[in-house]
Protein backbone atom coordinates (compact mmCIF):
# COMPACT_ATOMS: atom_id res chain seq x y z
CA UNK A 1 0.00 0.00 0.00
CA UNK A 2 1.02 3.27 -0.51
CA UNK A 3 2.05 5.15 2.73
CA UNK A 4 2.25 9.19 3.19
CA UNK A 5 3.86 11.40 6.01
CA UNK A 6 2.16 14.13 7.03
CA UNK A 7 4.66 16.79 8.63
CA UNK A 8 2.81 19.39 10.91
CA UNK A 9 4.96 22.19 12.42
CA UNK A 10 1.94 24.99 12.41
CA UNK A 11 1.15 25.96 15.69
CA UNK A 12 -2.47 25.05 16.36
CA UNK A 13 -2.98 27.64 18.87
CA UNK A 14 -2.07 30.72 15.84
CA UNK A 15 -3.53 28.53 13.00
CA UNK A 16 -5.89 26.52 11.78
CA UNK A 17 -3.60 24.93 9.19
CA UNK A 18 -2.75 22.08 11.87
CA UNK A 19 -6.19 21.26 12.36
CA UNK A 20 -6.97 21.25 8.67
CA UNK A 21 -3.89 19.14 7.84
CA UNK A 22 -5.10 16.46 10.29
CA UNK A 23 -8.58 16.73 8.49
CA UNK A 24 -6.91 16.42 5.19
CA UNK A 25 -4.70 13.19 6.51
CA UNK A 26 -7.72 11.75 7.86
CA UNK A 27 -9.85 12.16 4.95
CA UNK A 28 -7.31 10.17 2.82
CA UNK A 29 -6.37 7.59 5.17
CA UNK A 30 -10.12 6.75 5.11
CA UNK A 31 -10.43 5.73 1.51
CA UNK A 32 -7.97 2.78 2.54
CA UNK A 33 -6.16 3.10 -0.91
CA UNK A 34 -3.22 5.08 1.20
CA UNK A 35 -1.83 4.87 4.87
CA UNK A 36 -1.11 8.52 6.16
CA UNK A 37 1.22 8.84 8.84
CA UNK A 38 1.49 12.33 10.83
CA UNK A 39 4.23 13.57 12.72
CA UNK A 40 3.34 16.53 15.16
CA UNK A 41 6.63 18.56 15.33
CA UNK A 42 7.29 20.86 18.35
CA UNK A 43 4.34 23.35 18.64
CA UNK A 44 1.95 21.30 16.66
CA UNK A 45 2.24 18.29 19.72
CA UNK A 46 0.41 20.72 21.54
CA UNK A 47 -2.72 18.79 19.05
CA UNK A 48 -2.32 15.74 21.05
CA UNK A 49 -2.37 17.99 24.73
CA UNK A 50 -5.20 17.62 27.09
CA UNK A 51 -5.93 20.55 26.28
CA UNK A 52 -6.52 20.02 22.37
CA UNK A 53 -10.28 20.77 22.61
CA UNK A 54 -9.97 24.22 23.56
CA UNK A 55 -7.43 24.96 20.53
CA UNK A 56 -8.86 27.04 18.18
CA UNK A 57 -10.67 24.42 15.71
CA UNK A 58 -9.93 22.04 18.66
CA UNK A 59 -13.19 19.61 17.66
CA UNK A 60 -11.20 18.63 14.57
CA UNK A 61 -8.15 17.10 16.71
CA UNK A 62 -10.72 15.24 18.65
CA UNK A 63 -12.67 14.23 15.63
CA UNK A 64 -10.39 13.19 13.23
CA UNK A 65 -6.82 11.94 15.03
CA UNK A 66 -8.46 8.64 16.09
CA UNK A 67 -9.61 8.37 12.14
CA UNK A 68 -6.12 8.40 11.38
CA UNK A 69 -5.38 5.68 14.04
CA UNK A 70 -8.94 3.63 12.93
CA UNK A 71 -7.57 3.51 9.10
CA UNK A 72 -4.33 2.10 9.88
CA UNK A 73 -1.91 5.26 10.24
CA UNK A 74 -0.17 5.98 13.03
CA UNK A 75 0.27 9.73 14.73
CA UNK A 76 3.75 10.68 16.46
CA UNK A 77 5.25 13.91 18.27
CA UNK A 78 8.43 15.76 17.99
CA UNK A 79 7.71 17.04 21.60
CA UNK A 80 9.84 20.28 22.44
CA UNK A 81 10.24 21.53 26.07
CA UNK A 82 6.93 23.73 25.97
CA UNK A 83 4.82 20.95 24.85
CA UNK A 84 5.88 18.05 26.56
CA UNK A 85 4.25 18.84 29.45
CA UNK A 86 0.55 18.71 28.28
CA UNK A 87 0.97 15.24 26.58
CA UNK A 88 0.02 12.53 28.71
CA UNK A 89 2.87 10.07 29.65
CA UNK A 90 2.29 7.23 27.21
CA UNK A 91 2.31 9.88 24.00
CA UNK A 92 5.82 11.36 25.37
CA UNK A 93 7.19 7.28 26.05
CA UNK A 94 5.81 5.65 23.17
CA UNK A 95 5.13 8.06 19.82
CA UNK A 96 7.67 10.69 20.84
CA UNK A 97 10.75 10.36 17.64
CA UNK A 98 13.80 12.25 17.52
CA UNK A 99 15.05 13.47 13.86
CA UNK A 100 16.57 10.20 12.98
CA UNK A 101 13.54 8.34 12.99
CA UNK A 102 11.77 10.79 11.16
CA UNK A 103 14.30 11.05 8.74
CA UNK A 104 13.73 6.99 8.35
CA UNK A 105 9.99 7.74 8.07
CA UNK A 106 10.19 10.24 5.57
CA UNK A 107 12.54 7.83 3.52
CA UNK A 108 10.45 4.83 3.53
CA UNK A 109 7.21 7.11 2.63
CA UNK A 110 6.24 7.25 -0.76
CA UNK A 111 4.61 11.01 0.10
CA UNK A 112 6.06 13.17 1.98
CA UNK A 113 4.06 16.47 2.73
CA UNK A 114 5.00 19.55 4.85
CA UNK A 115 2.80 21.80 6.57
Known amino acids: MVTMLVIITDDPRESGRAAEAVRMAAGVGI ?3 VTVNLCLRHMAAAALGESASELPEGRLFT ?3 PMV ?3 GGEVYVQ ?3 DTCVDLEGDVIFNRNLKDEKV ?3 AAQAD ?3 RI
Do not use: K, N
Open 31 to 33: WEQ
Open 63 to 65: QFL
Open 69 to 71: RES
Open 79 to 81: ADE
Open 103 to 105: AEL
Open 111 to 113: YVM
